[in-house]
């Protein structure tokens, strides 16, 4: 869709107007062997239908595919892909004295208005001929998505990006994340803290600590990424623009009583009475 050398109007020009963050245009996917991409993708696949399997399980479940592969392949693959199976899990390791962990602050607690509580997190997102990474920041009691970026690599930047133009516009309560090196970051957490944002972060691999993101993830792949098979950064960016605008202003939520994420977000104490029940009920 853009035009590289089109004379009449800047790339910057062009890039407004599809809804385009410039330096996105520029992005490459990035790359892995044939046979690795396709394992990848079989991976995201069955990952997003069953979470709670780690490399044992993964590993099983390729072979009985008839994929020749070993559990060291599928470590690898399933940590670059961001991905670890989401049960309960160990401590077996601390972290560095550089990084804090936040205690988790939604436990008992009811979500009964718009922007009091976000949440964020990555998901890995398979392309014609390599990846890219995703990054959401998300409303829980409205659904509505807030902000998103993509980027080629794990790096927390993207990040912190997504975050910023989030808060530019509105303000949560309780920020929500995984513990993450990218959500641990002082980065990341600094950014909240001078907002007067209050952090919180999932106990360790508790599956429904973070239930809304997880859901959104098997919404966007199974109604948009894995139908449209993106070849190109460009598209996936304008394909993504195109679906996260018919998420929030179109698509219609059971758990919201039938109505669009726009809707619940901005009709405010009006749509809080209407919406707290099905929200509780939607844990179960």
Known sequence: MIELNRPQISVRRQCELVG??????????ATETPFNLELMRRIDQ?????????????????????????????????Q???????????????????V????????????????????ADITYVPMVGGFMYLVAILDWFSRYVLAWQLSNTLEGYFCVKTLEQALRTEQPEIFNTD??????????????E????????DGRGRVFDNIFVERLWRTVKYEDI???????????????????????????????????????????????????????????
């Open 20 to 29: 385009l963050n410039r330096s996105t245009l520029y992005y490459a996917p």
């Open 46 to 78: 069955q990952y997003t239908k069953t979470p709670f399997y780690g490399w044992p399980r993964m590993t099983a479940q390729l072979q009985r595919q008839g994929y020749e592969i070993n559990h060291k392949r599928v470590q690898r693959l399933m």
């Open 80 to 98: 670059q892909m961001g991905l670890q199976a989401i049960y309960p899990k160990p401590r077996t390791s601390q972290k560095g004295a550089e």
């Open 100 to 119: 804090t962990i936040y205690p988790y602050l939604l436990k008992d607690l009811e979500i009964v208005r718009s922007n009091q509580v976000w949440s």
């Open 179 to 192: 513990q993450g090196v990218q959500f641990t970051a002082r980065s990341f957490t600094s950014t909240l």
């Open 194 to 201: 001078v907002a007067g944002v209050r952090i919180s972060m």
């Open 226 to 284: 894995y139908l449209n098979d993106y070849a190109s950064v460009p598209a996936l960016q304008a394909g993504l623009h195109q679906y996260f605008t018919f998420y929030n202003q179109e698509r219609l939520h059971q758990s919201l009583g039938y109505r669009t994420p726009a809707e619940v977000h901005f009709d405010g104490a009006e749509a809080g009475a209407k919406v707290h029940l099905n929200f509780r009920n939607s844990w179960s």
